[in-house]
């Protein structure tokens, strides 16, 4: 898939899970809940993939950044727990890395969750995602930062 084609999974995910009814009240649950319902509504833009929550595995392996826990006085470990990732269970490589997500509400900015992103899609690493995506909800608007290569892409995207 490109990198477009991607995005526009994103977008129609985005769309029905805003257009849950009941709707789900981003203002108040806690991140994890949107994150679970976001990844219901991905399962069906991307076929043959596996859409999955917090997943800490790497081909049987923890799922390890090393380095991470130095973003954040709270973090004890480098172990990561991606919000939710696009890939093909029990493989590694940019082959069935296809997408990592970290989600928050009301923060433009997470520097942890920036580190991994960056971590995640770096090709210098083992998992080699191929776009690391950080959604900030804010108000109902899903603020859209992208992630290749280890790297920010410009131009923040918006979707309602």
Not at 135 to 146: A, K, M
């Amino acid at each position: 898939m490109t990198d477009e084609e991607i995005m526009q999974c994103i977008a129609r995910a985005i769309a029905r899970l805003s257009g849950e009814q009941p709707a789900l009240e981003f203002h108040s649950v806690h991140e994890r809940s949107t994150a679970h319902r976001l990844a219901v509504h991905m399962e069906q833009e991307f076929p043959g993939w596996n859409i999955d929550c917090e997943y800490d595995r790497s081909e049987g392996l923890k799922k390890l950044l090393d380095g991470i826990r130095n973003c954040d006085a709270e973090r004890a470990t480098d172990r990561i727990f991606p919000d939710i990732i696009v890939h093909h269970r029990g493989n590694s490589g940019p082959e069935h890395n296809l997408l990592a997500v970290e989600l928050k509400k009301s923060a433009t900015y997470d520097r942890c969750d920036f580190e991994k992103l960056q971590g995640l899609t770096s090709l210098n690493l083992q998992f080699c995602y191929q776009l690391g995506l950080y959604i900030n909800i804010n108000h109902g608007q899903f603020d859209l930062t992208r992630f290749k290569d280890g790297a920010v892409l410009p131009n923040p995207l918006a979707v309602q």
